[in-house]
């Protein structure tokens, strides 16, 4: 992620960095970049920091890097569905554009994510390169 577009870098209780917040004025979309394993409060702290940045810049597009992911995140899958979507709705997020990890199982997750966001009204679309995302943000 561009430095300067960087917010905040998240790190787990090993110390390593779990997730690279960031924002860009240009485009006015937030971007994630998840790398490594993540757990269930993992996900929850990012996830919270997401919807503060959608509620002070007033962002409606989100590109979410998932390509440095690895292993299932299910864990989180009801909290994602049930709390986080509705909140990051509320605060004005329309656009949910995910760049797909290469793990199998962090895949599988990111379907089950974009399957639960249907019902919340916030678009998810997940793309196997970084360039659609973008594109599909874009529109």
């Keep these: 992620m561009n430095q300067k577009l960087k917010i905040k870098e998240f790190k787990n209780e090993t110390g390593e960095v779990f997730l ?3 924002y860009d004025p240009e485009q006015n979309w937030g971007l994630t970049n998840w ?3 993540v757990n269930e409060d993992n996900i929850k702290q990012g996830g919270v920091a997401m919807i503060e940045l959608v509620k002070k810049y007033k962002i409606k597009n989100w590109l979410n890097d998932s390509r440095n992911n690895e292993g299932s ?3 989180a899958n009801d909290w994602i569905a049930n709390s986080w979507m509705p909140q990051v709705v ?3 997020l ?4 995910v760049i797909l ?3 199998l199982y962090s895949q ?8 639960n966001a249907e019902q919340t009204g916030l678009q998810v679309v997940n793309w196997d390169s970084e360039e ?3 594109a599909w943000l874009m529109e």
């Excluded at 329309?94 to 554009?97: A, D, H, R």
């Excluded at 599988?108 to 399957?115: N, T």
């Design 35 to 37: 790398i490594g394993w």
């Design 73 to 75: 995140w299910d864990g």
């Design 108 to 115: 599988l997750s990111a379907e089950f994510m974009a399957d």
């Design 101 to 103: 990890p290469k793990d």
């Design 94 to 97: 329309k656009k949910y554009s």
């Design 90 to 92: 509320v605060a004005g």
């Design 132 to 134: 659609k995302a973008k």
């Design 20 to 22: 690279e917040l960031g």
